[in-house]
């Protein structure tokens, strides 16, 4: 009997095999998010709300700063802190990925049944690749001739939310890279919250070209770049994330960063209806809901316009 439990394993893999349709209880849900926030180093840091309802608010509790006062004793001058209370509203969007498999792909691979356990596993992978993908580059204003816009059309990402709310430090027209660029991101954030947690998020190629500029300043220059400067400029490490355009950097906590899910996923296979019989297929897809916030805009700056490495 296909029970419930049956369809997620002990290492949360997705078992195909047993999956037929309807919705995966919390747990499983739980199980199937967490195989695709390992997908990438950035969907593993940021904060995970998984919630019920597709639209609500997310709760903010803070205690405000410079509480303590003095004491007299034996003496209640009736003072008492108080926390802050706010919320942020979300409101998820629908999303699905389907594919298909034909009967005789499966017969003819050599993993044979398990073909398909591997196409799942790496549909699932899929699933939080692309779901850090919309975290970051959605755009629900992005015109329609964009080659993209079926994708990039579901959700507005970090880039853009930043980018309309958060603190920017323009450089373009400038020839290449400079340190200042880094400084002046600090610079826009107030104190309070550079506090250790803060993260540069850059493109794998800006991060390398980063360390290719830094090493002709050395050649061309004389004297010593410090090692930790390669990787953490102004003393803050960075983050390579493959989804990021290579004309910006963000500047923030990846946990003030927010990826809220639902639990109502579906994940449903088709083998027997008249069409997989006919076509002699197995049809597949995953629905679920998906929603991305910054819980603290005043905490997040973004570089903009930065110039490609212009190589001799």
Known sequence: MNTNRSIVNKAGTIETSVVTSGLLQPYQAKKFLQQT???TPLMKSVRHETKAEKSGEIDKIGI?????RGK???TDDGYRAKPEFGSIHYETKPVKLPWEITEETIRQNIEGENFEVIVTNLMTNQVGVDAEDLLINGDEDIADTDPDYEFLKLN???????TNGGHIVDVSGAADMEMEMFYKAVASIPNRFNNGKLRWLMSPTRAQQWELFLLNKVINNGGVVPAEL???PVAIPSMQVPNLSDDVVILC???NIINVST???KIRKDATSKDAIMMDK???VVHFDFDALIEELEATAIITGLPGYKFD
Do not use: Q, T
Request: hydrophobic share 35%.
């Open 156 to 162: 507005d990402g970090i880039k853009k939310i930043i």
């Open 37 to 39: 926030f390992d997908a």
């Open 72 to 74: 007299v004793e034996n």
């Open 64 to 68: 405000g700063r410079r509480k303590l």
């Open 263 to 265: 639990y109502a996923i």
């Open 230 to 232: 390669y990787k953490s």
């Open 282 to 284: 197995r049809f597949y």
């Open 253 to 255: 906590d990846p946990m």
